[in-house]
């Protein structure tokens, strides 16, 4: 497809302006200190670019200058981006702001194509990215781990599945702390890959698992691949006894005396969608694309370039000695920064098809040998990404509830550590159109009761997805309701 024609829908809505959601609304207010303090971005989120006035749910807003970058692309293609004038003017921005990037980065620069991870479960293959996304390996891992159970996951939302669920997400979150850039770690990639999509070490941390407790922090991963240590009775944790990490487990634990899990977790609520967009399409003949970009979190470093691009703030997602990230992520050293690579992701654009075949082995078989696909989905919202589009999958392929209530039935997401406690976070939310979304009563008891220290959280991830019908054709999709999405059909 030549750049004129895929950039062209773009341009024309840079250049006309398009008319301010009242999600967007509202992130423009959550960042109006920074709108006040960054010139650039003041002018382009305020009314007529004064600094001062914000702009609000249907006022319309016209990116000028980003139509004119696009307007190069078109005509130029990839070069006018990271070649010429363009570049200079980026990394003259860039260096303005505090960066180090020259344009011969931006020009070094490539995209890299990497295969998809594909595995087989319970008659479904399911496709992922790889590293350095840790979405797919961490979702197909999950669902590893759970359709060894009976009843691996209950349409009635019984307590017994929905700790296995936790349970699943632990383990998963503890390997992911072992997943980075494959081009810097490949032989330790190349086995947390392994041991998450194939083999049998999933169904030897489910024999592990007990249906009437939590296990001990440091169990979590496995013999090969558990990293930390057990939390105290004040919510603290070390990994790999690391200075870095005891002085921040320490910083948690000063800030209270009396510091509890569910303190410690109560900022994640505010912490919602940030700068992720995910896209999922299917058309006629059933080819699918599911997309998820981002820029981190709102508004991503807040620099607004001449060239009208935003710059993320992606350097987030690596992993700093004694700090978690921003989504309370724990540090771990292989997704320590490094020259030239490319931090670790929770994005999971992911498809999930119907193998007819019988025993057919996806990791050999060409893409046509899948099977009928049945749903294209991805999520916003930092690893929550990795809960969300794991619960919708298990409740549409597996459970059988319609899409709907499969991307809006309410939430449960478990990081294992956020910030160095050990909580799990239960959606107990109001949305603005009116419905609330809660885990029932009688779920949160029995949760509790097995060890669960369970957290109100009002937001775990906004899903986007589209499934198909295998009996009559047709395509069902969903934007989800948390984040006032409307989806689109042709």
Request: aromatic letters at 6%.
């Amino acid at each position: 497809m030549p750049w004129s024609r895929l950039v062209r829908p773009a341009y024309i809505l840079a250049r006309d302006g398009f008319v301010v959601s009242r999600y967007l609304a509202d992130a423009i207010e959550r960042n109006a200190m920074y709108i006040r303090t960054m010139p650039d971005l003041g002018r382009l989120l305020t009314r007529d670019g004064d600094g001062r006035t914000p702009l609000v749910e249907g006022d319309v807003m016209v990116r000028g200058r980003y139509a004119e970058t696009l307007r190069a692309i078109m005509e130029g293609g990839s070069d006018a981006l990271y070649r010429g004038g363009m570049a200079e003017s980026l990394s003259r921005d860039i260096q303005d702001a505090g960066g180090i990037i020259t344009s011969a980065d931006i020009a070094n620069y490539r995209p890299v194509l990497r295969d998809p991870l594909i595995s087989r479960v319970n008659g479904h293959n399911v496709v992922g990215p790889g590293p350095p996304s840790s979405g797919g390996g961490a979702v197909i891992g999950a669902l590893r781990f759970l359709s060894g159970f009976s009843a691996p996951y209950a349409a009635s939302y019984d307590s017994l599945s929905q700790h296995w669920y936790v349970e699943a997400c632990r383990h998963v979150f503890a390997i992911r702390m072992s997943l980075s850039d494959p081009s810097f770690a490949r032989d330790q990639n190349a086995n947390a890959v392994r041991d998450l999509i194939e083999g049998d070490y999933m169904e030897m941390l489910r024999g592990g698992t007990s249906d009437d407790a939590v296990l001990n922090v440091s169990q979590y991963g496995g013999p090969k691949w558990a990293q930390l240590k057990d939390v105290n009775s004040q919510g603290d944790t070390v990994k790999d006894a690391k200075e870095g990490d005891r002085r921040m487990s320490e910083k948690i634990g000063a800030n209270d005396t009396t510091a509890t899990s569910s303190r410690n977790l109560r900022l994640f609520n505010y912490l919602d969608d940030h700068g992720t967009t995910s896209l999922s399409v299917i058309d006629k003949n059933k080819n699918t694309v599911t997309i998820t970009s981002t820029i981190n979190l709102e508004f991503g470093s807040k620099v607004l370039t001449s060239t009208g691009i935003i710059l993320n703030n992606d350097m987030d997602d690596f992993s700093t000695p004694g700090r978690a990230n921003a989504f309370g992520l724990h540090p771990s050293p292989s997704n320590y920064a490094a020259p030239g690579k490319r931090p670790l992701s929770s994005m999971s654009p992911t498809m999930v098809f119907r193998d007819g075949s019988g025993g057919v082995d996806p990791a050999k078989a060409p893409f046509e040998d899948l099977g009928d696909l049945v749903l294209s989905l991805g999520a916003s919202g930092g690893p929550k990404i990795i809960s969300a589009v794991l619960q919708t999958m298990l409740n549409y392929a597996f459970v059988g509830m319609p899409l709907f209530e499969s991307v809006s039935s309410p939430r449960i997401h478990d990081q294992l550590l956020y910030h160095g406690a050990a909580g799990t976070n239960v959606e107990q939310s109001t949305l603005p159109q009116g419905p609330a979304i809660e885990l029932s009563s009688r779920t949160r008891s029995a949760l509790k009761k097995r060890g669960h220290d369970l957290v109100d959280t009002n937001y775990l991830g906004a899903v986007q997805a589209v499934a198909v019908d295998l009996e009559t054709g047709s395509l069902t999709a969903v934007s989800d309701i948390r984040k006032q999405g409307m989806p689109a059909g042709y």
